[in-house]
């Protein structure tokens, strides 16, 4: 496999973990990084000291590579760049934004930048802005997804493409075939989300974890269509939320039925009912708990042998 993104990222393999809110912390980062991939911090949901002191968590637990992810929808969005920096994050991931600004102060202070697209102009508007490395996201995956609903089959060759830097392929991606799938596609790198949830060093609710491991391959559907799509485990909130839709209630009024704390319900306490469990569809292919490093490992191995049996296969 042929990827500038290890060198460019300071990494073993070119595989990253995805930065979900109120899963991605210090310990499952400092797991994918130690294991050779580059593990995010989710800082969707903390404050900046929250972010500063989870950073700090993570150097006092590894010493490799990791990084941070930060919506730029965040008000301070500037102020978390240069706060994950100074305290040690060695990559920044944005989304949800144009990454130009956030970018010339993450370089000015000797950091990274990814930045995740759902379509070829964003990751034209991405080159533009100088990051180091796209992740080209298809609507396979969990969590806030793009409007346009391409799926990674379609989206990640056409970005690759349209572009020069390095695109990292995100959606879908399991298991080492999904691996050599995005690598057949033209990425030069995975990153993956939902396997990460159903991770030995998760911090996910056990019961967040069960709901992946039992999902099946129509266990996830998407809310919010007109007003911002997200993938979700199928629940009661996820019924309550499609009806309502159904039913053309406008997008403001949705999302006061839905509230705040929808996350926390799910990844912290596991309410079955009430949270919003985020997933890919890939769930349906995820079975048992493995730790980031036997994830990693069966990524890496598994890819070069799928690469290895094509070889012999055409020399044959």
């Not at 912390?25 to 500063?52: F, H, N, Q, T, Y």
């Not at 379509?119 to 997804?145: C, P, Q, S």
């Not at 392929?169 to 993956?192: K, P, S, T």
């Amino acid at each position: 496999m042929k990827s500038r993104v290890p060198e460019r990222l300071g990494i073993s393999f070119p595989i990253l973990q995805g930065g979900m809110i109120w899963i991605s912390d210090a310990a499952l980062a400092a797991a994918v990084s130690e294991a050779g991939g580059l593990g995010m911090i989710g800082a969707g949901g903390m404050s900046i000291e929250e972010i500063r002191k989870e950073v700090t968590r993570a150097k006092s637990i590894s010493t490799r590579t990791f990084g941070v992810n930060i919506p730029l929808l965040r008000a301070d969005a500037g102020e978390a760049v240069e706060a994950a920096i100074r305290a040690g994050a060695d990559v920044i991931a944005t989304s949800a934004g144009n990454p130009k600004a956030y970018t010339a102060i993450a370089r000015d202070l000797g950091a990274k930048v990814i930045h995740v697209v759902s379509n070829v102009r964003m990751a034209e508007k991405a080159e533009e802005a100088g990051v180091d490395v796209i992740v080209a996201e298809g609507y396979e995956a969990g969590g806030h997804n793009g409007f346009d609903e391409l799926t990674t089959m379609v989206l990640v060759p056409q970005i690759v493409d349209a572009v020069n830097t390095p695109v990292i392929a995100a959606g879908g991606i399991g298991d080492a075939r999904g691996m050599a799938a995005a690598f057949c596609l033209g990425a030069e790198g995975v990153q993956l989300g939902t396997r990460f949830i159903a991770s030995v060093e998760s911090p996910a609710h056990p019961r967040y974890k069960e709901l992946i491991l039992s999902a099946g391959d129509r266990a996830t559907v998407i809310t919010g269509r007109s007003f911002g799509p997200v993938r979700v485990l199928k629940n009661k909130l996820a019924d309550m939320i499609l009806q309502a839709e159904r039913e053309g209630l406008q997008p403001e009024e949705v999302q006061e039925m839905i509230g705040a704390g929808r996350s926390v319900k799910a990844c912290l306490e596991g309410n079955l009912d009430e949270g919003s469990f985020m997933s890919g569809q890939i769930a349906g292919m995820i079975h048992d708990l493995k730790s980031a490093r036997e994830i990693v490992k069966e990524l890496m191995e598994g890819c070069e042998e799928i690469f290895s049996y094509l070889k012999e296969g055409e020399l044959g």
